[in-house]
């Protein structure tokens, strides 16, 4: 299967599939959440925090900041609203709703379709996508995927996006692999050796064969282009209408996922107050990816927390542009800002 043909369909299906183990899962209604002990009787500024999918430990710190009041401190009621990436790219690039985690390619995307959204906090530190294998399968550098299988969940998303660098990165194309549409059954079909390898996040196909005593080798994408990977998106009307509420999220945010990664056991169980199903006989497997995923949030040694820099930016405009994601090269300095971090 060639994506290249289908390319037209990028716009209308990103998705964001930060839950690596929540396959064939639809939208549903936004998470309410309480307010703070000793808060009940301040006014708060209630906002909708658009993420993906559904309720999952992956989203912990924002679980965290709400249970231990971090937002509530900065006078925001937060809700958490479940679906798809793509949707909420068009809902705050239309100032219908204020805020949205979002990856930087989804950025640069929605600049090019002229929605005026801008990242303001980076969350995930890394692109959270790689290429994966059995270690039996020799896969150790983007060049051994020539010639072989490649499950993918379709030409759409993070997915798509690191598949494209890495390949690149080999000097190879689309024509040089056998790219199969495999949906979100990336961990089974790598196990049952359907395909060579996948294309999944860092956090799900690898943990869950880990799970099954099965080795892997990755390829990441960071180390061959560098991405601005998933953080805080809001719109140019809210950085010029309100920029203490953008100060205010962004603040909370860092603080809730910092305090997460200070003390991860006392943040994995509020997170399963949150999500309930992830306990029981799911806690170990829901374990081990809170595990893998605190290393994404984790900055690296000398970089300011939400920081994201100007050659990133420019890195990621160009590569969506000569992969043919869009269509214009987007101005960097336009997608994003550093201002609003403490």
């Excluded at 690039?93 to 005026?116: K, Y």
């Excluded at 000097?171 to 049952?192: M, R």
């Excluded at 990816?289 to 970089?303: H, I, K, M, R, S």
Aim: aromatic share 10%.
């Amino acid at each position: 299967m060639n994506f290249s043909k289908t390319l037209s369909l990028y716009g209308l299906l990103v998705i964001t599939v930060i839950v690596g183990l929540l396959s064939g899962c639809t939208p549903i209604a936004p998470q309410s959440v309480t307010t703070a002990p000793g808060e009940e009787n301040r006014t708060l500024t209630p906002i909708t925090l658009g993420v993906g999918y559904i309720p999952n430990i992956q989203f912990t710190p924002f679980y965290v900041g709400i249970e231990k009041g971090f937002y509530a401190e900065e006078g925001l009621e937060i809700t958490l609203d479940y679906g798809f990436e793509n949707d909420y790219l068009k809902l705050v690039g239309v100032n219908e709703l204020q805020f949205m985690i979002g990856s930087g390619d989804q950025v640069v995307l929605g600049r090019a379709q002229g929605l005026p959204v801008r990242y303001v906090m980076n969350w995930y530190t890394r692109y959270p996508v790689v290429v994966f294998a059995k270690a039996s399968a020799g896969i150790l550098t983007p060049a051994d995927l020539a010639g072989k299988t490649i499950g993918i969940p379709g030409p759409f998303g993070a997915n798509y996006v690191a598949f494209r660098g890495i390949l690149e990165a080999a000097g190879l194309t689309e024509n040089d692999v056998t790219a199969e549409s495999i949906g979100f059954t990336q961990a089974a079909a790598v196990s049952a050796d359907t395909v060579d390898a996948a294309v999944d996040y860092g956090v799900n196909g690898p943990v869950v064969l880990a799970q099954e005593g099965i080795a892997t080798t990755q390829l990441t994408l960071d180390d061959h282009l560098q991405l601005p990977a998933n953080g805080l998106v809001t719109n140019e009307t809210t950085i010029a209408e309100d920029p203490a509420l953008v100060q205010k999220m962004v603040r909370a945010t860092l603080r809730a996922t910092q305090y997460t990664l200070d003390n991860p056991d006392e943040a994995f169980a509020i997170a399963l107050q949150f999500v309930p199903e992830a306990g029981g006989e799911n806690e170990g497997a829901n374990r081990a990816v809170f595990d893998a995923v605190l290393t994404y949030w984790t900055p690296a040694e000398g970089q300011q927390p939400g920081a994201t820099d100007l050659a990133a930016w420019q890195s990621s405009a160009e590569f969506m542009q000569r992969i043919g994601l869009v269509d214009t090269l987007v101005p960097a300095e336009e997608l994003f800002t550093n201002d609003f971090l403490p």
